[in-house]
């Protein structure tokens, strides 16, 4: 069966970290033209209608908010969980762009900043904001999002049943996260995890910097995909469970 998305290339400039969604040293942006892509590829194996959406890894949230602002007429719910205060705080302040106010909030903060600080390039960033509201807007309106603590390697069930999992795995700090695997590949022990707690018609699409999303034993990937030095492998909950 070909499983079908769009493939026209649109400005995402506005979306990119640090112009109208917050960054942070220590939390890097995803790129989102893969975002689009990848959220796409999953939904086409997902029945017609809102879908729920969760990033277990979300960081500073950058991935999810802008899953959110490109494909509001797609989601229903979103749903981001991390282990790090430091980056579930600047996620709050990146889903909040999820709504009208909120981006409104956000324009009004850089316009305010490019006068007292004189920067007239906070004008075009606030311009972004603006922009995006109006996207928002005609997508349909705010998003209805949670942003918590979750640990993705013993996660809790989510509030909602999930559709699309859609994460990019921390490299170099796994063991931040305190049920990791000792030894040998964390991402087919993450996968059985969450897989625990999904329905089975749940699609997940993990991206890590590797050459291949390393999978657990015996399941086949939906798809893979290379972006730059990103993989993405793309599985059903019902394949890792069996």
Same mark, same amino acid.
């Given at each position: ?131 995006? #509201? ?5 997508? &349909? ?5 949670? @942003? %918590? $603590? =979750? /640990? +993705? ?67 086949? #990937? ?5 972006? &730059? ?5 793309? @599985? %059903? $909950? =019902? /394949? +890792?469970?069996?």
């Amino acid at each position: 069966m070909a499983y079908r998305y769009a493939t026209e290339r649109r400005d995402h400039s506005d979306l990119a970290g640090g112009n109208v969604l917050r960054s942070a040293p220590g939390h890097p942006g995803f790129p989102v033209r893969l975002t689009d892509e990848l959220l796409q590829r999953a939904a086409a194996r997902l029945p017609a209608g809102p879908l729920a959406l969760w990033d277990p890894c979300c960081g500073s949230g950058h991935l999810a908010a802008t899953a959110g602002l490109l494909h509001r007429d797609r989601l229903g719910w979103l749903l981001a969980t991390d282990t790090d205060p430091a980056a579930l705080s600047l996620a709050e302040r990146n889903l909040a762009l999820l709504t009208v106010e909120g981006l409104a909030e956000r324009e009004r903060e850089l316009r305010t900043g490019a006068a007292e600080l004189d920067k007239p390039a906070l004008l075009e960033r606030a311009g972004g904001a603006a922009r995006l #509201a109006e996207r928002l807007r005609g997508l &349909g309106g705010d998003l209805g999002h949670t @942003v %918590r $603590a =979750g /640990d +993705v390697f013993a996660p809790a069930e989510p509030e909602r049943p999930v559709d699309l999992v859609l994460t990019d795995v921390p490299y170099g700090g796994l063991t931040a996260f305190a049920n990791a695997p000792a030894a040998g590949e964390p991402v087919p022990a993450l996968l059985r995890a969450l897989c625990a707690v999904l329905p089975d018609h749940a699609v997940l699409a993990v991206t890590a910097r590797t050459r291949k999303v390393a999978l657990p034993e015996g399941v086949r #990937a939906l798809e893979r995909v290379r972006a &730059g030095n990103r993989a993405a492998a793309l @599985v %059903r $909950a =019902g /394949d +890792v469970r069996r």
